[in-house]
């Protein structure tokens, strides 16, 4: 059987937009709610997988006919590499390692620098090979490579923790709390090192993307404290949408939740999720955020998980966020 198997549907940000876009104009497809939704078991150490001990956890998908080599004269050592150019269906060796469960892509990265890592048996050092997932055989130290069950956690996210993997400058990041994640997870997008809240991390890239991608419209609720005390105006202005430099903000829910003397306590749900929109958006109508807690994503919301404690999100949950998906393709 065939070492990996992914799904066609993992894509770049940037491709994720475009392939929404382009089907708007087809009918929506079924049955794609329980592809994603069948995710989440229970597992054990956040540490970096072997890829013996993923495939050990994860079995593999049902099993393909493995594809006769390309032509008979070659043997795994001389098999020829994939080629390098044109991405077409096929992906970044970096992107296949961690998607693998195995590590970031900066260190898969590092692992391909370092020679470690073969595709055809051949040891691939290139950073920029792009390879056919279901038909290049690719290996880690020797063994393996195949794709990691899904996971999707739930974390909510201290302030003063930065969501990137590792900072140069030593800051803790949100990586610090995942102890007991059993694989490597990407953040689904960012909160900034002074927000608090809810964040999704998952090795799903798809659904990453999706949650991420600001023309998905996945509603994000955040509770502000503003440096000043808003008029009904300066709220009304959140609500219609701003002029920032990036584009004008689509209109937004915001309820006053109550003022102080000098403050004003609010919430807002953006349905774009452009970097420190929030903050961005506080500002252009004269004022600042002084404290930011995202609350909710969708119907996930962060009842009961404490502040730095994760969870896996069920499969309801996940079941929740893909129903937006679909209903956002599907119009
Ligand atoms: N908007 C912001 O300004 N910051 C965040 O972290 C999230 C949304």
Do not use: C
Request: proline fraction near 8%; aromatic fraction near 4%.
């Amino acid at each position: 059987m065939h070492p990996i198997a992914y799904h066609h549907k993992y894509m770049r940000p940037r491709d994720y937009g475009k392939k929404l876009l382009a089907r708007k104009k087809k009918p929506p497809k079924a049955g794609k709610a329980a592809k994603v939704a069948a995710a989440a078991a229970q597992r054990g150490s956040t540490a970096p997988r072997s890829p013996a001990a993923a495939s050990q956890r994860d079995p593999a998908p049902p099993a393909r006919p493995v594809r006769p080599a390309r032509s008979p004269r070659h043997t795994e050592d001389s098999a020829p590499p994939p080629t390098s150019a044109s991405p077409g269906a096929k992906k970044t060796l970096d992107r296949i390692l961690s998607k693998a469960g195995l590590g970031s892509r900066t260190e898969a990265t590092d692992w391909i620098r370092e020679g470690r890592v073969k595709v055809n048996g051949r040891a691939v050092t290139s950073i920029d090979m792009w390879i056919h997932p279901k038909r290049d055989k690719v290996t880690l130290d020797g063994a393996p490579v195949r794709e990691g069950a899904k996971l999707y956690i739930l974390l909510n996210k201290p302030k003063g923790y930065l969501t990137t993997y590792k900072d140069p400058e030593g800051r803790p990041t949100v990586y610090q709390l995942l102890k007991g994640v059993p694989g490597f997870v990407g953040t689904a997008g960012r909160l900034d090192m002074d927000t608090s809240g809810l964040l999704i991390l998952t090795n799903d890239t798809s659904f990453a993307d999706f949650i991420t991608s600001p023309i998905s419209h996945v509603p994000k609720t955040y509770l502000v404290k503003s440096s000043s005390r808003l008029s009904d105006e300066q709220l009304e202005s959140l609500r219609k949408g701003l002029n920032l430099e990036d584009g004008p903000t689509r209109p937004a829910a915001v309820t006053r939740l109550r003022d102080s003397e000098k403050y004003t306590h609010f919430e807002i749900t953006i349905t774009e999720g452009r970097n420190r929109q929030v903050r961005r958006m506080v500002e252009a109508v004269g004022s600042k955020v002084l404290k930011l807690v995202r609350v909710s994503i969708g119907p996930i919301s962060l009842a009961g998980l404490t502040i730095g404690a994760w969870r896996e999100l069920t499969t309801a949950e996940v079941r929740s966020l893909v129903a937006i998906r679909e209903k956002e393709e599907a119009q």
